[in-house]
């Protein structure tokens, strides 16, 4: 199973990026699709997630800041960040995850390639 991930690149703080996250259709239909990320030198981490309903989470640091969104007629989730700070620099990876309740990364299913934001103050 792949997940498609695009979008990274290099933005000055304050600026925004869309990243987008395309999944097989019986994955994107029946899985939570998430964002993680990983900072050099840190673990990876919980961004957002949304479920098949479009029920939406985020991780605190970046509530108010990030959207987290799906088109079910292109099987694609995005995640809008604005307002991006040098703190939100890293590898953005695109995750799956089959089992109901707390995204986690440890019940995560299937993963996507990274990829990179750079934020350069």
């Known amino acids: 199973v792949q997940l498609q991930a695009s979008g990274g690149g290099l933005v000055r703080t304050g600026g925004s990026l869309r990243l987008s996250c395309t999944a097989p259709g019986e994955i994107f239909s029946n899985y939570a699709m998430a964002w993680f990320r990983q900072a050099p030198g840190k673990e990876r981490e919980f961004v957002a997630t949304i479920n098949w309903k479009g029920t939406s989470y985020y991780e605190d640091s970046v509530k108010g800041r990030f959207t987290i969104s799906r088109d079910n007629a292109k099987d694609t989730i995005y995640l809008r960040m604005n307002r991006l700070t040098t703190e939100d620099t890293a590898v953005y990876y695109c995750?799956?995850?089959?089992?109901?309740?707390?995204?986690?990364?440890?019940?995560?299913?299937?993963w996507g390639r990274g990829t990179l934001v750079t934020v350069s103050s």
């Open positions: 995750a799956a995850q089959k089992m109901g309740g707390l995204v986690h990364l440890s019940y995560i299913d299937y």
